[in-house]
């Protein structure tokens, strides 16, 4: 042998349990995790099977997102591979599209659509606040865009945006709107018909406390007709919507069979059961149970000192909480991470984008969203402050 085995690869793999309450990924379910190891099975003209279960995830994300959109399905990506699919199905060179930036996300949506050669207007708010449908109108009236991108959860400020209005702004400026609910979809109410949202896309890794590795999404009527008028070939064959709903049977055309790519079944498994779970507890129940982890977690930081970047409650994302590292702690913020991590296996997560060294994350999602992990995580911050203080006042005696 040129190259000897690597010793390394010669025990297998240990992952300790940890309580994943950062941005994401979640913590999973025994019944996810177990699925995620069922057989692997391949297109559907040999397994049937197959076919059955795109059907379970196709109306699981009409049930999630609120749609009746056949236009409904998965792509073998996380949540950028849904940004990339938007802007290379829905968007043609030249063409205008308006970004709302209020953290990382409308940052990185607008790099892709640069990169696939669309004229990138943004409409800009800083980290921790959201666009009022005043300003919103002003931004179509001034750009006239042919799609708008939005975050309805940010995941970096911590935000909700309110959505109600935006839909039906933007189809009086012949706008389509793309919402990304990657960290809010489940977790908060969301209807994609009665808000008129063109494209809806979330991930499976947040509030579906699936694997990472697939991304949902949803199309409107209107934004399919967008796809299938474009002057100009879609650019990227993987992402290819018009060959993704081939192998996902949408809009009345029959599961084809078809090879397009091979499907990461194992996931899909996965994420069927995911949304299973979502269903036997029932969307409104979810929603509540995320809520009321937000009320605990909240009353339980301002017991603690801390305050919040979003001042204002009613825009807080409940999945996801950014909360302001104290003056005292902007040095030594880490600690309280490492703290939490050595001690409870329990994440807090950094800020990410503006936020990094400012903020720290902490997200109830999922499986996660549950009393006794917000108490967890309440203690493990009251002892890693006091730990990073005590610190702190060591070091500057030495
Ligand atoms: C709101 C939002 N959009 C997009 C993404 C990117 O998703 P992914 O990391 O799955 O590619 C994230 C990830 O945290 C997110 O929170």
């Known amino acids: 042998m040129e190259i000897e085995k690597p010793s390394r690869l010669a025990t ?13 990924p979640t913590n999973l379910a025994d019944r996810v995790r177990q699925a995620g190891s069922l057989p692997s099975i391949g297109i559907s003209y040999l397994h049937p099977e197959y076919a059955e279960l ?11 997102f609120q749609t009746k959109s056949q ?5 073998s990506a996380t949540g950028h591979g849904a940004f990339e699919a938007i802007c290379c199905n829905l968007l043609e060179p030249g063409d205008n599209v308006l970004v709302c930036t209020n953290g990382l996300w409308g940052e990185r949506f607008s790099i892709i659509a640069d990169r ?23 931004a179509l009236k001034e750009h006239r865009p042919k799609l708008m991108y939005v975050a309805y959860g940010e995941s970096t400020g911590g935000t909700l945006q309110p959505l109600e209005e935006f839909g039906k702004l933007c189809h009086k400026y012949g706008c389509l709107l793309a919402v990304d609910a990657v960290a809010s979809a489940g977790g908060v109410p969301l209807y994609m018909d009665r808000w008129e949202i063109d494209i809806l896309i979330t991930g499976s890794q947040k509030v579906l406390s699936a694997p990472p590795g697939l991304t949902l999404i949803s199309l409107s009527s209107r934004a399919w007709n967008v796809v299938l008028n474009r002057k100009s070939k879609i650019r990227s064959y993987l992402f290819d919507l018009t060959e993704l709903a081939e192998i996902w049977g949408c ?27 979502i269903c036997e507890e029932g969307l409104e129940n979810c929603w509540a149970r995320h809520n ?3 009320e605990q977690f909240h009353k339980g930081l301002a017991e603690l000192g801390l305050s919040l970047l979003v001042k204002d409650p009613s825009i807080r994302l409940p999945i996801l909480t950014t909360i302001e590292i104290p003056t005292e702690y902007l040095n030594n913020w880490k ?7 050595d001690t409870y296996k329990v994440e807090i997560a950094s800020g990410l984008g503006q936020g990094n060294g400012k903020l720290w994350r902490v ?19 009251r002892e890693g402050l006091e730990h990073a203080r005590k610190n702190a006042s060591q070091h500057a005696q030495l």
């Not at 297998?12 to 994401?24: D, F, N």
């Not at 795109?54 to 999630?64: A, C, S």
């Not at 078809?258 to 996931?267: A, D, F």
Request: proline content about 6%; overall charge neutral.
């Open 251 to 277: 809009n009345g055309i029959p599961l084809a069979g078809k090879y397009h790519h091979t499907s990461s079944v194992t996931l899909m498994y996965a994420l069927r059961e995911a949304l299973a779970l």
């Open 363 to 381: 997200g109830f999602m999922g499986q996660n969203a549950r009393p006794e992990t917000v108490q967890l995580v309440l203690k493990a911050l």
């Open 116 to 138: 696939h050669d669309a004229v990138v207007q943004k409409l800009v708010k800083p980290q921790g606040q959201v666009f009022t449908p005043d300003e919103l109108e002003q």
């Open 292 to 294: 009321l982890c937000r």
């Open 54 to 64: 795109t059907k379970d995830i196709v109306e699981g994300i009409q049930y999630l």
């Open 71 to 75: 236009l409904s399905l998965c792509i």
């Open 12 to 24: 297998p793999l240990v992952i300790p349990l940890k309580t994943m309450t950062g941005p994401g």
């Open 335 to 341: 600690d309280v991470c490492i703290y939490a991590m």
